[in-house]
């Protein structure tokens, strides 16, 4: 103890002695990346402090999504908040919601002279953390959206052709017969089923996930995934697990194990796992669009985001605003964004991002890799496809996950699971409104 | 009648538990009135504001079935947890009182897993149990059984059940070691000359003198089931499947911390703090009595 203290007083005196008349401004980042997300995120970091010498952005990991959240929420009450915080999409409307909190980045941008042109991102992950009336709150970070990962060498093994159109849940279920038929052990598994066969599923089809355009439209949005169509397609996977066909490993990315280890044939996980998958494959494989259903009028839509955007918080000074507003346009900018989708499978946030990558020639050497990218751009979104913003949304999802459990375990049918959900959510909703009156 | 001694005057017994009332105001009162006053309200996470609602929480609370459906698992999971924990330590237990070699290092193996933290511990039994790479649902697959706690309630809340009991075990282990071992010897040599076999011996002599031991892990395994059995519970299941292992406490986190329900999480822990009191002044009134000291 006396130690630290002598040591943190020699630290503090070298710092007075070693700061230069116009000291660097220092602004803090937390985020939640570990492992290889966690290095590329510290290269882009160490770039952007060599770049310039009037700011240093410092970074620190604070966990897992929820927990980066409620780590910057517990400062903000505090008094102690960081910069920048990272927040999971699910998160989006809690921030939203909190006015006196945070700084919107469109703000940030202005008053920071930052080079700022909202229409260069894509549509579809600019528009989840815009507001209806076109001002952009938090900058889109990490984005990937979910595919269907197919193992070729599985196909052949059933006596399948690996080339086989996999682009309708009709010729999936053909596929899925076959490879039963064949004693296939695990046809089909999924990652994040709510985000993947709901919320996705709701966009994709262009159906409302909940009303008021997804909640982008008011507070008092209600949840309505319990329509025809996401009924269908719970009950035709429900009816597939109690056949064998779909096996559910588990509420987040534990398919992801399967898949990778050769066991499963079809797999729906977020574009960002393709550069495990690519790791870890000892098989054949190659990446197709979510499936839809060829009987749903307008199908395919468009597919939306999952992952990350930064928020800005409130009570900082002007010259720190302004290093932040530095930091997030080196963050936009072309090369940055390039490097980042092509070494982890996120979306490229900007349209540049997205030439540079196709102009050298990065998708011809990693097919499949743009297949995420043309699915969210395909189409320009609707108010059923632009996103979701609903409040206390990552408890809806736990929810979600219980009713879908029951759906998979056959105790319930997915009409019943998919009512007894909306209700449940609705109640939380209304909590939620209440809660931000 | 016992002999009371008494001070003269007040000054000095106040100022002799003074520093017990200190800390359990700081550390207790204080944190117990901020949870209650916080139960009334509906605050936003960032705390900008606040909407009283009175006993609203409470109301939200106990009109969701799932809520009052986890008052049963949590039963259910605390009652195992304790029966289990406390019944393999016992047998443990009596079987080290009889060794005579080798004692200190069985004793010692014996204690290992209580060093293993909960959190850990739920990461070793999910990997065993892991329904497409554990070794024991790979094992329990070759016998012709499908291991799924992922979709199964039961074999979920059996999972949470063992993997809880069994760094408990060594804590039970412990005490209920030493309680056997401060049993006259005498008593029970005297008992095996009238003719009293191991089994009598035990059901007669031994049990009942080892009942204030066995009493307080009572409460203190109780209290450990439905309070510090969240790391366990949060790396294996995190309450599922479908709420089934979910516990108060679990959702007392899931609301508060995943949900930024802060006035639900605030009210849960106010049931939460009168159900444990109602629970440990039921086990004094009605279980102590039946204890020997």
């Not at chain 1, 574009?271 to 259903?293: C, H, M, N, Q, T």
């Not at chain 2, 916080?38 to 079935?65: K, M, R, W, Y």
């Not at chain 2, 947890?81 to 004692?103: K, N, P």
Request: proline residues 4%.
């Amino acid at each position: 103890m006396k130690g630290l203290f002598l040591g943190s007083a020699m630290l503090a005196s070298v710092a007075a002695f070693a700061t230069p008349a116009n000291a660097a401004t220092e602004i803090q980042w937390w985020h939640a990346f570990t492992g290889r997300l966690g290095e590329l995120l510290a290269e882009q970091v160490a770039e952007f402090n060599g770049s310039q010498s009037d700011y240093v952005v410092v970074a620190t990991h604070k966990g897992n999504y929820s927990e980066t959240l409620n780590a910057g929420i517990a400062a903000f009450r505090a008094g102690e908040q960081p910069h920048i915080l990272q927040v999971f999409e699910v998160g989006t409307a809690t921030m939203m919601a909190a006015q006196g909190a945070i700084k919107p980045v469109f703000e940030v941008m202005a008053e920071g002279d930052a080079p700022f042109d909202p229409d260069a991102y894509l549509g579809p992950v600019k528009g989840y953390y815009t507001t209806t009336d076109g001002k952009m709150l938090s900058l889109p970070y990490n984005s990937s959206t979910p595919v269907l990962y197919v193992n070729r060498d599985a196909l052949a093994g059933a006596g399948l052709d690996p080339d086989t159109e996999l682009a309708t849940w009709e010729q999936v279920g053909e596929v899925l017969d076959a490879l039963k038929a064949a004693g296939h052990a695990c046809p089909l598994t999924t990652a994040w089923q709510s985000w993947v066969h709901l919320e996705n599923l709701s966009a994709w089809h262009n159906v409302p996930f909940a009303t008021q355009e997804n909640g982008f439209a008011g507070l008092d949005t209600a949840l309505a995934f319990n329509g025809p169509v996401q009924v269908k397609h719970i009950q035709t996977m429900g009816d597939w697990a109690r056949d064998g066909k779909f096996i559910y490993a588990g509420r987040r990315n534990e398919g992801g194990a399967n898949f990778r280890a050769g066991e499963c044939a079809l797999f729906t996980e977020s574009s960002a796992g393709y550069a495990g998958v690519k790791a870890e494959a000892k098989f054949d494989f190659d990446i197709r669009p979510l499936p839809y259903w060829s009987d749903v009028e307008g199908a395919p839509q468009n597919t939306i985001i999952g992952g990350a955007s930064l928020w800005v918080l409130a009570g900082h000074d002007a010259e720190e605003y302004k290093a932040v507003a530095a930091f997030l346009s080196f963050l936009s900018s072309t090369d940055v964004q390039a490097k980042w989708h092509q070494n982890t499978g996120y979306l490229p946030i900007t349209l540049a991002a997205a030439e540079q990558t196709r102009a050298e020639g990065f998708y011809d050497a990693n097919p499949g890799t743009q297949i995420a990218g043309e699915q969210m751009t395909g189409k320009a979104p609707t108010a059923n496809s632009k996103g979701l913003r609903l409040g206390s949304f990552d408890q809806i999802r736990g929810i979600i996950d219980e009713e879908l459990e029951a759906v998979w375990a056959g105790t319930k049918t997915a009409q019943e699971a998919l009512d007894t959900a909306v209700e449940r959510g609705d109640a939380l909703l209304r909590r939620f409104e209440q809660a931000n009156r | 009648m016992q002999k009371r001694v008494t001070f003269k005057g007040w000054l000095l017994p106040l100022l002799l538990v003074a520093p017990q009332v200190v800390v359990t105001a700081v550390f207790f009162f204080y944190p117990a009135g901020q949870a209650v006053w916080q139960s009334l309200f509906i605050p936003d996470p960032f705390g900008l504001s606040a909407q009283f609602v009175g006993l609203g929480n409470f109301e939200f609370l106990l009109t969701d079935p799932y809520y009052r459906a986890s008052f049963v698992t949590t039963g259910v999971f605390s009652g195992l947890v304790t029966i289990v924990s406390m019944g393999v330590a016992l047998v443990l237990a009596v079987m080290a009182d009889r060794l005579i070699r080798g004692s200190g290092t069985y004793r010692t193996l014996l204690i290992w897993p209580y060093a293993v933290a909960p959190a850990v511990a739920g990461v070793l039994w999910l990997f065993m149990f892991n329904t497409r790479v554990g070794v024991v649902s790979w094992y329990l697959g070759q016998l012709g059984y499908d291991w799924n706690h992922v979709l199964n309630p039961t074999e979920a809340m059996g999972l949470v059940v063992v993997a809880s009991s069994w760094g408990r075990i060594s804590y039970n282990f412990l005490f209920f070691l030493a309680g056997l071992q401060a049993i006259p010897r005498s008593v029970i040599e005297a008992a095996a000359i009238d003719g009293a076999r191991f089994w009598t011996r035990f059901r007669t002599i031994v049990f009942p003198l080892l009942s204030p031991t066995t009493f307080f892990l009572l409460v203190v395994n109780i209290v450990y089931a439905f309070f510090e059995t969240f790391g366990v519970i949060h790396t294996i299941t995190a309450g599922g499947p479908q709420q089934a292992t979910t516990i108060l406490v679990y959702k007392v986190f899931a609301d508060g911390f995943v949900g930024q329900d802060l006035g639900s999480s605030a009210a849960q822990s106010v049931i939460l703090l009168v159900v444990v009191g109602l629970l440990t002044i039921a086990q004094f009134k009605f279980i102590e009595r039946r204890v020997h000291y």
